[in-house]
């Protein structure tokens, strides 16, 4: 399909076309990279209009059954969404945590709704890289919500939450110590945080759970002047809470739409991407250089065994970089 093509069936919002353009952004071949952009740049005037949320939470905490009672939800309001996610698991494990085909089964099946899975990666910043074009892929194509999950593994929640308008975190109520679980600098990243299993002989343990979170929260610097990260409790499992959820969402939405904050963080997050992706480019184009490459692992070899500072081989290297470049 031709770019201009696409750039059209995506604006009329074709499903096909959505998931080959996504196909496209995903790929790591020079010439797609190409087409790729060429096709962002198409759709730019198209994006931006979507709230974008973030979802993390530990495994089995209940994200896709979360996921499914809030989209379906939402897609009953009458809006789309998009689901997509942040798995750097897949890239080391070769299963990833997220991909499985069976989750969120109903949700699938909504033709306002539509879910991608992770796209493998190498590395944690070349999956955000693409996660993001997606979402400005999707939202060209009409969705008005599009929400970002992932798995609370290592630096991806931060990666995640550059990307979004407001991040929220899933917890569970189970297991003794509530907060133990929970890393302070992931909380400091919320805006919303979700006890959910609030049902049944969990329902105390959640309540409990809240009133740590609030008082730990009390504690905490909120990342926002104009808005105060809630807690709430859902049952996603018996769609308890999920409508509380939603209003929390469109509250803090039109909260940071009236301050002109949404607006300053996504100039912020834009400039940030552009430097991501200049260190990105600047790195390959090093490894790629022939005389850096040439001498590289044995650099790296002094350096390890103690023959080399790292501040002097990485001088070196430069040098040759800069006259290759030259
Ligand atoms: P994920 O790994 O975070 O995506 O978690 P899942 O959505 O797959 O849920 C893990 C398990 O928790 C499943 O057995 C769900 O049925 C269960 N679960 C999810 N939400 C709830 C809930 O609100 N209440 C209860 N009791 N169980 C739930």
Do not use: C
Request: net charge negative; charged share 25%; proline share 4%.
């Amino acid at each position: 399909m031709h770019t201009d093509e696409m750039i059209e069936r995506l604006r009329a919002g074709e499903r096909r076309a959505l998931a080959r353009a996504i196909t496209l952004v995903e790929s790591t071949r020079a010439d797609h990279r190409q087409q790729a952009q060429k096709l962002l740049d198409g759709v730019m005037a198209d994006t931006g209009r979507a709230i974008r949320l973030g979802l993390s939470g530990a495994p089995g905490v209940g994200k896709s059954t979360f996921i499914e009672a809030l989209g379906t939800h939402v897609t009953g309001l009458g809006h789309k969404v998009a689901v997509l996610a942040v798995d750097p698991s897949s890239a080391r494990s070769g299963g990833s945590i997220l991909g499985d085909k069976t989750r969120m089964e109903e949700l699938s099946r909504d033709p306002n709704a539509f879910i991608r899975p992770s796209p493998a990666g190498t590395t944690l910043g070349g999956v955000a890289r693409r996660t993001r074009e997606a979402m400005l892929l999707v939202e060209a194509a009409g969705f008005d919500v599009v929400l970002i999950e992932t798995v609370g593994v290592g630096q991806s929640e931060t990666a995640v939450a550059d990307m979004v308008d407001m991040f929220v975190l899933l917890q569970s109520p189970g297991g003794g110590d509530d907060l133990q679980g929970i890393k302070r600098g992931i909380m400091e990243l919320a805006d919303l945080i979700v006890v959910n299993k609030a049902d049944g002989a969990l329902e105390q343990p959640a309540k409990l759970a809240r009133s740590q979170l609030v008082s730990a929260l009390h504690l905490m610097r909120p990342r926002s002047p104009n808005w105060k990260p809630h807690v709430l409790l859902t049952s996603a499992l018996s769609n308890k809470g999920i409508d509380e959820v939603w209003d929390a969402v469109t509250n803090y939405q039109s909260i940071m739409l009236d301050t002109g904050e949404l607006t300053a963080n996504r100039a912020e997050q834009a400039r940030a991407w552009m430097w991501n992706e200049i260190r990105e480019g600047l790195i390959e184009a090093f490894k790629a250089e022939p005389d850096v490459a040439a001498r590289v692992r044995k650099l790296e070899a002094d350096v390890a065994e103690g023959r080399m500072t790292p501040g002097a081989a990485a001088d070196m290297l430069l040098k040759r970089f800069q006259h290759g470049a030259e």
